[in-house]
């Protein structure tokens, strides 16, 4: 029974955007079997990774107000001062921006960073730079939303697409209201979430951090605390 429990403990459930993937991997591995044996085993290898890729586990999502969940599992990339995108409409002054990476390896379902009203969406093409890369928050395609909390304050969230990612998809639609910790959306297949944080809120994650959607706290609106530094080693 304990291997069983493991076992369970490792698999999840599959988004449904990878649904259509996993099959038409699984398809290929059935034609390569009969070319080749080599390639159909091949073939079971990357259908057994794009069925982990696309994984959607369960998450404990803290429920406290005024604090800012991560939206996407990855690495902290930057935890700067940035001017949000102008079709966010969130004014021309720098913002706290918390930047996560996503690599191939990572859960790729986003989720909502706070309990708000989604004020608008804004989806821009552009181009397909590493998104590790500071500028990809400028030039890479992107997909925008504002959200605005029952207090007034708002944040924004931008799905980034990276190197690999050529899909952003957003489940969600302007006037919905999301609680922290709800999946809006996915990016395939490597890629970036930019949040844009109210002025004057320090990011409590430093740069290098690995941080979970729906659990790692980003930051926290009753914080006196300043911006967080850490030491990788």
Request: hydrophobic residues 45%; contains cysteine; aromatic residues 8%.
């Amino acid at each position: 029974m304990d291997i069983l429990a493991s076992i369970r403990s490792v698999l999840h459930p599959l988004h449904r955007e990878g649904v259509k993937f996993v099959a038409l991997f699984a398809i290929a591995t059935l034609i390569l079997f009969l070319i080749w044996r080599p390639l159909g085993w091949l073939g079971v290898v990357l259908t057994v990774w794009c069925a982990y890729f696309f994984r959607d586990p369960p998450r404990a999502t803290p429920s406290r107000d005024g604090l800012v969940i991560s939206p996407a599992d990855g690495k902290v990339v930057d935890t700067s001062l940035a001017v949000p995108p102008a079709e966010l409409g969130l004014g021309e002054a720098p913002r706290p921006r918390i930047s996560i990476f996503m690599s191939v390896f990572d859960v790729h379902v986003n989720r909502m960073p706070v309990t708000a009203t989604i004020d608008r969406i804004s989806y821009r093409p552009g181009k397909f730079l590493n998104a590790a890369d500071d500028k990809a928050s400028d030039d890479n395609e992107r997909n925008s939303l504002r959200l605005v909390l029952d207090d007034g304050r708002d944040l924004g969230v931008v799905q980034i697409a990276g190197l690999v990612a050529r899909r952003i998809v957003c489940d969600v639609g302007p006037g919905q209201k999301l609680t922290a910790g709800t999946r809006f959306g996915i990016i395939r297949f490597g890629s970036r979430l930019d949040v844009y944080l109210p002025e004057g809120v320090a990011p409590l994650v430093a740069v290098g951090q690995r941080a979970i959607a729906g659990e790692t706290v980003l930051a926290d609106f009753a914080s006196t605390e300043g911006a967080r530094l850490a030491t990788v080693g």
